[in-house]
């Protein structure tokens, strides 16, 4: 680059301190890491030429500055000659400001009870938040379901297409690759002692009790929970929670209820979609490896796979349904200052959520498993 | 309409036959605008006139329809992206919200820049952050806040220090002193009077307040109805004839605040 040269401060041999070039900001990162070296005889007076000095902007004025105070401390009183009229006025108003700055103050770190002390109080109250978020919405819930009037009826079938309907494409095909999945596993094993057949009752089985249940939770959490606590989070960011409030709209009613309801509706339809992708999937696996045709499979399904099955996985699906809505709603409004809380918090989201529909599945293996189910 | 300019002038900023369109309303028609360096040059006119988009335009954050915008002389729309990074360099841009970095304390929010383009110590970093700081008249403890923990005039001058760390040559404002009180708009006007006077700045606000237009600026183009309705100096342009000026000047608002100005001087 042409134009003027980097900012420079040298020592003669008559003791004179002579600044010269463009003191920049983009001219001054050789000077800075010299001035450290720049030696320092204690001379008690000295004098400065800053006749040299091209240009200066707010950042080379300060290091100048700066690197007297330096000398200053250690006893050499610099005068200043030959500087700029309007450099010497941006130097009166930098050194202005500076003189009234306290040095950056560091927080002290917490010591280790601290901060098991915070983080107890913090784990509790944000229980007993989380408990009140699903009380409050219990209370509206109960309130609007016996005023369907005040359901947002328009909201919830948006949420239902945007939540359940442009679900289907991804629901059904992870749901077909995982039926495929589990039939090449299971088809080795069976092939060995010349079970073929039993691949329908491993596939039935599996994907509609647990296997179809559980990837569309996930995926709806990953889609729509995330979205749910992104979408309320700004809305809390840019004050529209608080609008919603002083109009005199329950943000519950208007942000909450909708997607609720709409994923208890859309989630059962969604894993029936699951279902057939899944068995389809399986069928496919079943005909190719263990040569088992569709027909065969069909008559064996009928036979060895109860209704049972079905209908526990399908039940399942409201109660992740809720899962997921109140979680994805929750942190949402759990959002306080910018967009990193935003983000934070939609990450929270979809862990919580898909955390608590695997430990809720493991649940009802258990409970169901007492019940002889 | 142009008030004559010295010869003598450098144009900071030249736009050109610039034309926008957003879909097919038509935001801007050949708008045609000069700014000479070390003036302080305000963007008037209503809401929805096209103001911010204009100054979207010459910060290369949106392309015009048509027409060109020279920024130094240089085109911007045959700029490389190293060209037209060495370019935004010399320009702050304060955005009407602040645009702080939520997550980022105020120094660290000026020292963004600063760290990403030069390669200067920690320490020489903080320092320069706490001057420019200083230069904004923010208190030296808020540093170290949050800008959520920030009033919205505080806020402001947060962002104004942030738009001034590299030193730019010009400096752009969003409505500056829209949403604050009379005396913190003041005090905003002041700051801008003050780094334009102090730091030989090229100032390019939009604004619609007339205290502010009154004030600081030594010529104001008015945008209305796509074009560039008048150009000059208030007083040059409170004695334009054009009806849709006029009422900006002399509606009860406009009056107070340029009879206000008369007084001052």
């Not at chain 1, 529209?240 to 059962?268: C, F, H, M, N, Y």
């Not at chain 1, 057939?276 to 045709?293: N, P, Q």
């Not at chain 2, 370019?87 to 009407?96: K, N, Y």
């Not at chain 2, 237009?213 to 040059?236: F, H, K, Y």
Request: charge should be neutral; charged fraction near 20%; aromatic fraction near 6%.
């Amino acid at each position: 680059m042409n134009g003027p040269k980097d900012a420079d401060l040298r020592v003669e041999d008559d003791g004179t301190l002579r600044a010269s070039g463009a003191w920049k900001l983009e001219r001054l990162e050789a000077l800075e890491k010299r001035l450290s070296a720049l030696p320092r005889p204690g001379a008690p007076g000295r004098v400065l030429d800053a006749g040299g000095i091209e240009a200066m902007d707010t950042a080379g004025v300060w290091l100048l500055l700066r690197s007297l105070r330096q000398l200053e401390q250690d006893g050499t009183h610099v005068e200043i000659r030959g500087l700029r009229p309007e450099f010497a006025e941006i130097a009166r108003m930098v050194s202005a400001g500076r003189t009234g700055v306290a040095p950056g103050i560091a927080r002290p770190a917490p010591g280790w009870m601290e901060r098991i002390g915070r983080r107890t109080e913090n784990a509790l109250q944000g229980g007993f938040g989380a408990l009140s978020f699903i009380g409050e919405n219990t209370a509206v819930l109960l309130r609007s379901l016996a005023k369907p009037g005040r359901i947002r009826w328009r909201s919830f079938l948006s949420n239902l297409q945007t939540g359940g309907f442009h679900a289907l494409p991804i629901t059904g095909l992870l749901s077909f690759l995982m039926g495929i999945v589990i039939a090449y596993q299971a088809a080795e094993q069976l092939r060995a002692f010349g079970a073929n057949i039993f691949i329908v009752d491993l596939i039935g089985v599996s994907v509609l009790r647990e296997i179809a249940p559980l990837v569309t939770a996930i995926i709806v959490a990953g889609r729509s929970g995330s979205a749910y606590t992104a979408e309320i989070g700004t809305m809390k960011v840019t004050e529209e929670v608080d609008a919603l409030r002083t109009l005199g709209i329950s943000p519950s009613e208007t942000l909450v209820l909708p997607k609720l309801l709409a994923l208890v509706v859309a989630l059962p339809m969604l894993t029936v979609y699951a279902d057939l992708m899944g068995v389809f999937g399986g069928m496919i696996m079943a005909l190719t490896r263990l040569d088992v045709s569709f027909i065969e499979f069909a008559d064996r399904f009928r036979d060895a796979v109860a209704v049972k099955h079905y209908l526990i996985g399908i039940g399942k699906a409201p109660v992740f349904a809720v899962i997921i809505a109140l979680v994805g709603c929750y942190q949402g409004f759990q959002v306080r200052g910018g967009a990193d809380a935003v983000g934070r918090h939609s990450t929270i989201s979809v862990v919580q959520s898909i955390f608590f529909v695997i430990v809720t599945d493991a649940f009802f293996s258990v409970v169901l498993s007492w019940a002889g189910l | 309409m142009e008030s004559p300019a010295p010869a003598s002038r450098v144009p900071a900023i030249e736009v050109a036959r610039l034309s926008t369109r957003f879909g097919t309303s038509l935001v801007h028609e050949e708008v045609n605008l000069t700014v000479y360096r070390g003036e302080t040059f305000a963007l008037a006119g209503g809401n929805g006139s096209g103001k911010s988009t204009l100054l979207r335009e010459i910060i290369m954050l949106q392309r015009p329809a048509a027409g060109g915008i020279r920024l130094f002389g240089q085109d911007t729309a045959s700029l490389g992206d190293a060209e037209r990074d060495a370019l935004l360099r010399r320009c702050g841009v304060m955005f009407q919200y602040g645009a702080l970095f939520s997550s980022l304390t105020v120094a660290e929010n000026i020292s963004v820049p600063l760290r990403e383009h030069t390669r200067l110590g920690k320490d020489l970093v903080r320092e320069i952050a706490e001057i420019k700081i200083a230069l904004v008249d923010l208190p030296a403890e808020s540093a170290d806040k949050y800008p959520n923990e920030l009033s919205g005039g505080m806020r402001k001058r947060a962002a104004m220090a942030r738009a001034i760390a590299l030193d730019p040559e010009i400096l752009f404002l969003d409505e500056p002193s829209a949403g604050l009180d009379p005396v913190s708009a003041e005090g905003i006007d002041d700051l801008i009077l003050r780094l334009g006077k102090l730091l030989g700045l090229t100032v390019f606000m939009v604004t619609h307040d007339l205290d502010s237009l009154w004030r600081v600026t030594d010529r104001v183009a008015v945008l209305g109805n796509g074009r560039i309705l008048g150009i000059g100096t208030m007083e040059e342009l409170s004695r334009m004839e054009n009806p849709l000026i006029q009422p900006y000047f002399h509606g009860p608002r406009g009056r107070a605040a340029g009879e206000q100005t008369w007084k001052r001087k």
